[in-house]
């Protein structure tokens, strides 16, 4: 590639006659390197989970989470550089904080993840900047209640994220940015090393259908990441987890860690770490 990009990948503002964008392509490289994490999207719920692997015995078990709360109702996670990734969240948590204070209510799934994206597109335009070597997974659940309005605007009939377009009511939501800023809604989303074998998975378990609880999500999650662990198996890794429920749910609609102790004949008993 670094014979093909000669003079093409200097600058991010630059395109090769070919139209490709250098600069973003190293960024999904250093995306591809990092740690692989995944998103499920339950009938009642969204689970998010990283596999953390332990670079030093010295590291305290716990330590360096990967995985942040954006709102309350909120939360993400991403591959690839982990300074990035916080300066990811640190955005997220302002255009949160910002759409509260303008319109009084929580903001949509939906709308976050199209202001990040906007964002992270930003950085793909200009000389002065780097494209953010991060794919981010976005995961929460919007309540009809907190959702009174659609869109950018504030504005349109009282019928959740979504609003006029699909008429939806709120409910759970999961979104993938990638660092060229493009953004996606899903069901199952995985990205980092393992991101061939947790996709492959994901695949298995016809997520679209609707059928998956969110305390079966949580275990499947825990499986897929062992899962795509096994390419790395020299190394030790740590799993992180946390989970969103409705409001009669398990988490009350709120983004908390969870875990999945293993038990005998591979099955895993859930807990609430965190509230």
């Known amino acids: 590639m670094t014979s093909i990009g000669t003079g093409y990948d200097l600058l991010n503002s630059i395109f090769s006659p070919d139209g490709r964008n250098f600069q973003v392509e190293y960024a999904v490289k250093a995306v591809e390197n990092g740690g692989t994490s995944i998103g499920i999207r339950a009938k009642d719920g969204v689970v998010l989970a990283i596999e953390k692997v332990v670079s030093s015995k010295l590291l305290k078990p716990g330590a360096n989470k990967r995985i942040a709360t954006i709102d309350s109702h909120v939360g993400a996670v991403s591959s690839g550089m982990v300074p990035d990734g916080r300066h990811f969240v640190d955005r997220a948590r302002d255009e949160a904080q910002s759409w509260r204070q303008n319109f009084k209510t929580p903001i949509p799934t939906s709308d976050l993840a199209s202001r990040m994206g906007g964002y992270l597109q930003a950085y793909t335009m200009y000389g002065s900047v780097r494209p953010f070597g991060i794919t981010a997974i976005v995961g929460g659940y919007d309540t009809p209640e907190e959702t009174p309005v659609d869109g950018e605007v504030g504005s349109g009939p009282k019928v959740g994220a979504g609003g006029k377009i699909e008429g939806k009511h709120g409910g759970p939501f999961l979104y993938m940015i990638e660092p060229s800023g493009m953004y996606w809604g899903y069901y199952g989303a995985a990205t980092g090393k393992g991101r061939q074998a947790a996709k492959a998975e994901l695949e298995k378990l016809d997520l679209p259908a609707g059928n998956i609880t969110l305390e079966e999500a949580v275990k499947q999650a825990a499986r897929i990441i062992y899962i795509a662990q096994k390419d790395n198996k020299d190394k ?35 807990t609430m770490t965190s509230s």
Request: aromatic residues 6%; charged residues 25%; hydrophobic residues 25%.
């Open 236 to 270: 030790d890794f740590e799993l992180e987890m946390t989970w969103i429920s409705g409001p009669d749910g398990p988490t009350k609609g709120r983004h908390v860690e969870t875990s999945c102790v293993k038990k005998n004949q591979g099955t895993c008993t859930i």
